[in-house]
């Protein structure tokens, strides 16, 4: 793709929705130069692969890394399967356990697949940083960390505050920013992108690029994605998160629930949309003319088609409005068989039944669910925590939880 000549047009895009850029001035110098000279600039984004399983939170680099290709910029996805084993300790208060290398080669694989859901696979550099680090040498690696003190290190928040409540903080830890460092050095790259979290290791790339001699590079800093409920950021362990690998019809009635608060930053962080038309929408909402309700749909819609594309996108709304707003029942429920060896006396705990059908990790989670009036069964809500279900009455009985998942028994006889 043909870099974009229009400088001011690439820096609305390149700043949209972004924490951070130092220095601004020298990114728009090494735009303009670019433009100029018609040379891409490598734009980084390094991830550690700790993890199987992406949500919308850890798209928000990945999707800055995209409006650089569309500019016409070299995307560089950097896989960390060396720095993986050490773990990066930002934001920690304990050592991060490490991986072990088979881990690590299953995760990269499925984070890269994740990835290219976002990124243009064709116009993607993908990297391992294995390739420059492994080979490393003793006295290389001594000639490295010489360019870094301890008191440095003991700057950022994380090390400090472990230090001074005389907390373990591992060797190996101090070395994690200067592997992250060395790899811009190892790419060239111009600009580097990464978390608000990531900000110490972001620089200590663009120091040591200039120790070596080489162009330092331009660090963009990205928000934190708050989840769902508004307060506190996405993650699958508090359960205000959307995954990327989550069903179109279960990824647009999450995007349903999000708090009206938060579209603006969606709009900004987790769609394709063009800057200026986000800049438009956001218009139509602060004067009226355009419904919260109507915006979230085209927030959920364009998230959607981002990730299964636009027919998957058109039928999740479909499924929304049959289910939640005609309050009909979806066509297809996911059954579920009761073996009757559950059965006492011929009846079943409901939380206990919550829990063979899918729909609670556990009685007590269950006996919570009903209390909270979470639960219907055939559409009816109940709050009996002690409630139990005749052998007679459970044969096609449909359960609901919240507003998303269902379930219909079956007791393995005859209608």
């Not at 928000?223 to 989550?246: A, Q, R, W, Y």
């Not at 139509?284 to 959920?300: E, F, T």
Request: net charge negative; proline share 5%; charged share 30%.
């Amino acid at each position: 793709m043909d870099l974009v000549k229009d400088v001011d047009y690439q820096m609305k895009v390149i700043l949209s929705g972004v924490a951070e850029c130092l220095p601004e001035g020298d990114l728009r110098a090494k735009v303009e130069r670019s433009v100029k000279e018609d040379r891409p600039l490598k734009i980084k984004f390094g991830v550690d692969p700790t993890r199987p399983d992406l949500h919308l939170g850890h798209a928000v680099p990945l999707r800055k890394l995209r409006q650089f290709q569309d500019l016409g910029h070299t995307a560089i996805l950097l896989i960390g399967d060396f720095t993986a084993l050490v773990g990066d300790p930002s934001a920690r208060d304990v050592t991060r356990p490490q991986l072990s290398a088979e881990q690590v080669r299953a995760n990269a694989e499925t984070y890269a697949e994740q990835a290219f859901h976002i990124l243009d696979k064709e116009r993607t550099v993908l990297d391992y940083n294995s390739r420059w680090l492994a080979p490393l040498t003793f006295e290389e690696l001594l000639r490295l960390t010489a360019h870094f003190t301890v008191a440095r290190m003991l700057e950022r928040d994380d090390f400090s505050k472990r230090y001074s409540e005389n907390l373990s903080i591992g060797l190996h830890e101090f070395l994690y920013p200067v592997m992250q460092a060395y790899d811009s050095v190892a790419l060239g790259a111009d600009v580097e992108i990464g978390g608000t979290d990531q900000i110490f290791n972001l620089l200590a790339g663009r120091e040591l690029q200039r120790a070596l001699g080489q162009e330092p590079q331009c660090v963009l800093t990205l928000p934190i994605l708050v989840g769902l409920d508004g307060e506190k950021k996405m993650s699958k362990s508090l359960g205000n998160h959307v995954g990327l690998t989550d069903p179109p019809e279960e990824m647009f009635g999450k995007l349903m629930s999000l708090d009206d608060r938060l579209m603006p930053e969606y709009f900004r962080l987790t769609t394709a949309l063009d800057p200026i038309e986000v800049d438009g929408i956001l218009k139509d909402l602060d004067n009226g003319s355009l419904h919260p309700a109507q915006a979230k749909r085209r927030l959920a819609r364009e998230v959607v088609n981002l990730y299964w594309g636009a027919e998957a996108a058109r039928a999740a709304e479909e499924h929304f409005n049959r289910v939640f707003k005609e309050k009909e029942l979806p066509e297809e429920i996911p059954e579920v068989e009761i073996d009757p060896a559950e059965l006492r006396e011929g009846k079943i705990w409901l939380p206990r039944l919550l829990v063979l059908a899918g729909l609670a990790s556990s009685t007590s989670e269950g006996r919570r669910l009903i209390s909270q009036k979470g639960i219907k069964l055939d559409e009816k809500a109940v709050d009996d925590e002690d409630l139990e279900l005749f052998a007679g009455e459970l044969h096609g009985l449909v359960i609901q939880k919240g507003k998303r998942h269902f379930r219909k028994i079956r007791t393995g006889k005859d209608g």
